[in-house]
């Protein structure tokens, strides 16, 4: 771990007020450059709405999340969002890949929603997106078409087209067979490597887990412990 | 059916509730729709009740009358020949009926009926209202003496003895007051403008000596058939017998085509309420799709699943209509407001005050609204008893259906499309063109039906272009329309519809406007006209014939034109018959026949063979041409007259027969003049003529003074009067499609919400999703603004020569309002974008973890 964290959690807590409910309760973590952690735990243990507190969707009710060193709390809405356009990307469980557009368009859509890219640029890494993720000759396709594993890949190619400098995975593998699974992991491991992008998984999977540095258990909106993976792949 | 209760209150009325902004939307579509359909109806309704109230009060026991066919009045001598009536049983009185304008503070006109007050308290018995009652019976009999109904006299401050001055034709009479009638019966109709005199002075007074204008009978009812048929046999030329009722029977007809096209376009509001009910229905089904299909899975019969969502239309029709039926009567004291000049100016002769809250008017609107709602909810009500148990997926399946279907609509579009080409080209059904609405209907159904077709394809080019103008939202604006395209056809086609139906009429009311415009400069030639004031309400007001000789002798004035107009019955239909001066028409008139022929040419046909020309509305309606002969029905005899012309005439629907004064005073006896035209001199100033007209007339004759330019402005503010009701239908109805596509827009946004969450995960902000709502609204008004466009051009030539000319038998030249289209067009722009504001703050308050873990 290095003295400066990319992301940096300090005492944070997640409390709905509606539900009386803590679903993250006085968490603290920091995650290195470039280093993959996994969040473990059962359902509503409070996984998800850490990434959403991470990636600037949602503001905790205590405590304070620092990426690169800035205090997501000092910013405002635009702020958080200009950062996740510029910064993060986002994968999801169910894909979320707009029904409505091919598969070149979902993956562009981030450099779209930015505007300041010029249509030959979002093209060209449109293109290199896809040749990533393996799926450059499905650029025509809509999503309707694809498999599981390939919309799962669409996803990823969509994350990584902006060169975000850290990537929030909500249960990437849940939607997927194990061996389709072991390939969207793989991909991903290997395309944070490539980028030292820093990765924060959400995961019920083991096998997934063990693609991370680290595993940071959670229950009932804490972690109650952090290990390395044994044979981590 | 405790089950049924079970889930009529969890499933349909919770459904209601959780969605309140749409059915909100919903009920206010079917209550504005049904509040117009109310105020129309009861407007028309009123208008004929207050006409028919008025005859049977003033009728008052008469079962039978004798009036002129057509002439103005008949002699009195005839009452010579009716003592036989007597020993029938049965009773007459003479009648005049007149009207006269009160000279000071202004009433309006009033009615004047002329009775033997001797012997009509059989006929028409009355009250004294408190105090009112006569000092000396016998004082009505005294020279100039009325009495009038309560309302008139109290506005006044009228008290036995008091004074009345009267505008009676051209001049001011001052009336003593003898008496005041009870405030109901005789004494309330005509909305208390009535006035009573004994026969004998209101001949006197109206120059009608030794001349009565009705006869009013009570026979006993076993005798009736007899006596009336002895009268038909036994009374002179150019008299007819009938029964009261049929003056409204008349009215009811001369106003038909008015009202039923008035009727019609009341529906289009709620026509346009139909798509919206038919719209929130398939939303209610299609996001219940899985619980459709659980409740299947459970063993629901599919005709419970129809019965559920049936009731759910039906609490929306109800609630619709009911307020619908409130809002109604309310806006029918406008839409009263809104006829009664046309009413009474072309119509009645009385004003229409108030409104006639008749139950059987309102229980129809209300079940005409409850009905077009059930009608409107059953294809969507068809879809959710379709839900096959294992089918219950959502949204992609009823647009995947949509899609397979919209191949399919073209083909039922064309058929529509023939069956409308084959309508338009069917007669009307009694003077009603119940073939053209039905080819309007067709051709506006088969536009709608085309609409998901056309759309895909107008989506395909419009995304590049929304692309370029407004970036990344744009395309993706178009994007989501595209992928909701069931939903995106039905608010472009509920637009189409109010568009289509403004942008016809406005079409057809521009042409007629133009039409009138270029008739009135060609056709009003004469420099100044002279008619009695109040004249354009009542056409029955006359001039002094002796004018006529005063004017001719003012310098500066060439010719002069006498003319009368008077209604007339012919063939059993209200007309018109008209005299004029055809010496003077030939040298200085410039109508315009519908075979090109010069006037002149036409004119001095007519003077040679004693002929006539007839109007076209006239000669549409009895199928009569040039070359063909008109018989008038006229005191001395049947007159079989030439037709020698047929000209464009738009001053009355029913149609003039015009007659020169030689062939008139063969037939009748009366001199009296509706108005004098005045050609003058070349050089001469109308400024200085009209001067001097003002002074030969002196002080005592009050007449209207006209130049022809005010002649002709007057024409067109009768004209835009007429047709300022139609306007504000149409406003309502647009009002309606706005809402329609609030509702769609609101649903497009609930739908898009797992898009929204996604677009803000990947880094949309809360303004480029606004944007995108406020695109999808711009385009929808966009979209319907063309298709409306399109379809109303397509509907005006409909309207202008099949609608129009079948009810009024009037030639309008097509022209367009530019003006009043680019307006349209950029306020349903504004006004759909501005619809999108609230579904777009919605859209961009979207909570995105929310959302994503719902879908």
Request: some cysteine.
């Amino acid at each position: 771990m290095t003295a400066d964290p990319k992301i940096q959690l300090e005492n944070v807590s997640k409390r709905y007020e509606a539900h009386d409910v803590h679903a993250v309760n006085d968490v603290s973590l920091a995650i290195a450059a470039g280093e993959r952690v996994a969040l473990m735990g059962p359902s509503g243990c409070g996984k998800s709405t850490l990434l959403n507190l991470v990636g600037g969707i949602d503001r905790p009710s205590a405590g304070k999340i620092r990426l690169n060193g800035q205090d997501l709390g000092q910013l405002s809405d635009r702020q958080l969002t200009d950062l996740r356009r510029e910064r993060i990307g986002f994968v999801f469980q169910f894909f979320n890949l707009l029904s409505t557009l091919t598969v070149a368009e979902n993956v562009a859509l981030p450099l779209e929603l930015a505007g300041n890219v010029s249509a030959a640029e979002v093209r060209r890494r449109v293109g290199e997106a896809l040749e990533a993720v393996e799926l450059g000759d499905r650029a025509a396709f809509y999503p309707s078409l694809l498999s599981g594993g390939q919309m799962q890949r669409v996803a990823i190619a969509r994350a990584i087209i902006h060169r975000p400098d850290v990537l929030l995975a909500d249960e990437p593998t849940g939607n997927l067979d194990s061996e389709n699974g072991r390939r969207v992991m793989d991909l991903l491991t290997h395309l944070c490597r490539e980028g030292n992008q820093t990765l924060l998984l959400a995961t019920h999977s083991e096998g997934a887990a063990r693609h991370a540095d680290r595993i940071a258990h959670m229950k009932d909106g804490k972690i109650v412990g952090i290990e390395t993976p044994v044979g981590q792949v | 059916m405790a089950g049924f209760r079970f889930l009529l209150r969890n499933f349909t009325l919770r459904s209601l509730l959780r969605n309140r902004l749409r059915s909100a939307l919903t009920v206010l579509g079917i209550m504005l729709g049904v509040a117009i359909l109310l105020a129309i109806n009861l407007a028309n309704h009123t208008a004929l009740e207050r006409f028919r109230q008025s005859v049977d009060i003033v009728s008052g026991q008469t079962n039978l009358e004798i009036l002129p066919t057509a002439a103005v009045a008949m002699d009195e001598v005839i009452l010579a020949d009716l003592h036989w009536i007597w020993d029938e049983g049965g009773t007459y009185a003479p009648v005049l009926v007149q009207t006269a304008v009160a000279a000071e503070g202004g009433r309006g006109i009033m009615q004047v009926l002329g009775v033997d007050m001797v012997s009509d308290y059989r006929h028409r018995p009355f009250q004294w209202a408190d105090g009112g009652e006569p000092d000396d019976p016998l004082s009505i009999f005294n020279r100039n003496r009325l009495y009038t109904g309560y309302e008139f006299a109290k506005d006044r401050g009228l008290r036995v003895g008091s004074t009345l001055p009267l505008l009676i034709n051209d001049r001011v009479h001052e009336f003593t007051v003898a008496g005041i009638l009870a405030q109901g019966g005789l004494g309330a109709v005509y909305d208390g403008n009535l006035l009573l005199m004994d026969i004998s002075t209101a001949q006197v007074v109206y120059d009608f000596r030794g001349r009565i204008n009705r006869i009013d009978l009570i026979v006993p009812d076993d005798r009736l058939a007899e006596v009336k048929a002895r009268l038909a046999d036994t009374l002179p030329d150019g008299l007819t017998v009938q029964s009261p009722e049929r003056r409204g029977q008349q009215v009811a007809k001369m106003l038909r085509a008015f009202q039923l096209n008035l009727m019609a376009l009341s529906f289009i509001a709620l026509l346009v309420a139909m798509f919206l009910i038919y719209n929130t229905m398939s939303i209610s089904v299609i996001r219940r799709r899985p619980e459709i299909g659980t409740l299947r899975a459970l063993g629901t019969p599919r005709r419970r699943i129809m019965a559920l969502f049936l009731l759910e239309a039906l609490v929306q029709g109800v609630v619709g209509s009911l307020l619908g039926v409130g809002l109604g009567i309310l806006l029918a004291f406008q839409a009263v407001e809104g006829v009664s000049a046309t009413v009474e100016t072309l119509y009645t002769g009385m004003p229409v005050t108030g409104v006639d809250v008749s139950a059987a008017v309102v229980l129809r609107a209300f079940f005409i609204g409850v009905g077009l709602t059930l009608l409107a909810a059953l294809p969507p009500v068809f879809e959710a008893a379709s839900v096959h148990p294992a089918e219950a997926t959502r949204r992609a399946q009823f647009e995947s259906r949509i899609l397979q279907v919209s191949g399919k609509l073209p083909l039922v579009s064309i058929i529509l499309w023939a069956l409308a080409f084959w309508a338009s080209g069917q007669p009307p059904v009694e003077g009603f063109p119940v073939f053209g609405h039905a080819a309007s209907l067709l051709t506006v159904l088969g536009f709608a039906l085309v609409m998901p077709l056309v759309l895909m394809a107008l989506f395909r080019v419009l995304r590049p272009v929304m692309r370029f103008f407004f970036g990344a939202e744009g395309a993706l604006s178009v994007e989501n329309l595209k992928g909701s395209l069931g939903r995106t056809s039905v608010a472009v086609a509920s637009l189409m519809v109010a568009i289509a139906m403004t942008v016809s009429l406005a079409v057809m009311i521009g042409s007629f406007r133009e039409t009138v415009k270029v008739w009135v400069q060609q056709s009003i030639t004469a420099d100044i006209w002279i008619e009695p004031l109040w004249r354009k309400l009542n056409t029955s007001r006359r001039l002094s014939p002796e004018i006529s000789g005063r004017l001719a002798q003012i310098e500066g004035v060439a010719f002069v034109d006498d003319f009368l107009e008077f209604p007339i019955e012919y063939g059993g239909d209200p007309a018109n018959l008209a005299v004029g001066d055809f010496d003077v028409f030939a040298q200085k008139g410039n109508l315009i026949f519908l075979d090109g022929e010069p006037t002149r040419q036409v004119i001095e046909r007519a003077i040679c063979s004693q002929g006539a020309i007839i109007t076209e509305p006239f000669a549409y309606r009895h199928g009569i041409g040039k070359g063909d002969t008109v018989t008038l029905d006229t005191p001395r005899g049947e007159a079989e007259l030439l037709v020698e012309g047929v000209y464009y005439d738009y001053a009355s629907e029913l149609g003039y027969i015009v007659i020169p004064w030689t062939v008139y005073h063969q037939y009748y006896e009366d001199h009296s003049l509706s108005g004098i035209a005045l050609y003058l001199d070349e050089g001469a100033d109308a400024a200085v003529v009209r001067r001097e007209i003002v002074d030969a007339l002196g002080g005592e004759t009050r007449v209207s003074i006209m130049t022809r330019q005010g002649l002709r402005e007057e024409v067109l503010r009768v004209f835009d009067e007429t047709f300022a009701i139609t306007y504000a239908l149409h406003v309502i109805s647009i009002t309606v499609a706005i809402l329609g596509i609030m509702n769609a827009l609101f649903t497009l946004v609930l739908e898009s919400r797992r898009e929204f969450g996604i677009l803000k995960y990947i880094g949309a902000t809360a303004g480029q999703i606004r944007k995108m709502v406020l695109i999808e609204a711009g385009v929808l008004g966009l979209l319907g603004n063309f298709a409306g466009l399109a379809v109303g051009f397509l509907l005006s030539f409909l309207l202008i020569y099949v609608i129009n000319r079948q009810s009024f038998g009037w030639t309008i030249q097509f022209a367009v309002p530019l003006d009043f289209l680019v307006q349209t067009f950029l306020l349903i722009m504004v006004t759909a974008i501005l619809s999108g504001l609230f579904p777009a703050r919605l859209a961009a308050k979207t909570v995105a973890p929310a959302v994503l873990r719902e879908e």
